[in-house]
């Protein structure tokens, strides 16, 4: 594995082809209630990744660009502190980064997502670069490679902003950086907690929703359920996952995709 910026331009030149995973790491800055630190998303995603690049074949080719610390995050900016584009210029940022992968020779990408705000930009991006140069843009949010073993179903699926797993995983990665003594279990209010299989912020029939909307601390989930152990297994978990994509990102006859139309 290299990274992009290590290369100078003409190595770069003779380096990058069709075969390269081009592989960046996406996350944001905001509030993570009373016990997380506001980068909690990137440092999750750029661990992640690492620990999937640790258990990738040594004969696939990874090119690994700078990651973007700053996504979309307009639900969060009730709070000090979130920093945030809004999802139209999220979009344009990494369109336009993806159309230099592309111009360098790439036809291979992934982004590996450690915050749902980016979800929609990565859509509308991913189908730009698509449309216009006949990539293979990977959308590759975390949380959606499947449900870790031992883990609560019910917490997995309520809560999802700073709640069991990104405290698992911070008391893993960044133990010195989690206020251990602020951990709650951040129960939902104001929105409808009463187990409906269908409506609910992140629900299969979602609703736009503010932090706020969650918990008056602008999380929700069990956070005082999280151990450093269990983020130890999280990590294990997802990095497994998150290097079967890259192999399989890798493996793909990108030939059989139709040409781009311009």
């Known amino acids: 594995m290299m990274r992009w910026q290590d290369f100078t331009s003409p190595t770069l030149d003779r380096h990058i082809d069709d075969t ?16 997380l630190p506001l980068d909690t998303d ?78 929609a930009a990565m859509d509308i991006a991913g189908l730009a670069l698509r449309r ?46 989690v206020h251990a003594d602020r951990l709650a279990d951040f129960r939902a209010s104001g929105l409808d907690d009463s187990g409906s299989a269908l409506l609910g912020p992140e629900g299969p029939a979602s609703f736009a929703w503010l932090s706020e909307d969650l918990n008056p601390e602008g999380v929700i989930g069990n956070a005082a359920a999280a151990t450093a152990e269990q983020g130890a297994r999280l990590v294990e978990f997802y990095a497994d996952r998150i290097a079967g994509v890259l192999a399989e990102a890798a493996a793909l006859d990108i030939e059989a995709f139709t040409p781009a139309r311009g």
């Open 20 to 35: 390269t995973v081009v592989v960046a790491a996406l996350g944001a800055v905001e509030q993570h209630g009373p016990h």
């Open 42 to 119: 990137t440092v999750i995603a750029e661990a992640l990744l690492d620990a999937a690049l640790e258990r990738v074949d040594s004969s696939l080719d990874v090119v690994l660009l700078p990651p973007m610390a700053i996504g979309a995050s307009d639900e969060h900016k009730s709070f000090a502190g979130t920093l945030g584009f809004d999802t139209a210029t999220v979009a344009r940022l990494l369109e336009t980064v993806g159309a230099d992968v592309a111009r360098a020779g790439g036809r291979r990408l992934v982004w590996l997502n450690g915050h749902g705000g980016n979800r």
């Open 132 to 177: 216009r140069f006949g990539m293979l843009a990977v959308k590759c949010t975390y949380t959606r490679l499947g449900a870790p073993p031992g883990g609560d179903v019910g917490e997995l699926a309520r809560g999802f902003h700073g709640g069991w797993l990104e405290t698992a995983l911070m008391l893993h990665l960044a133990p010195d950086r």
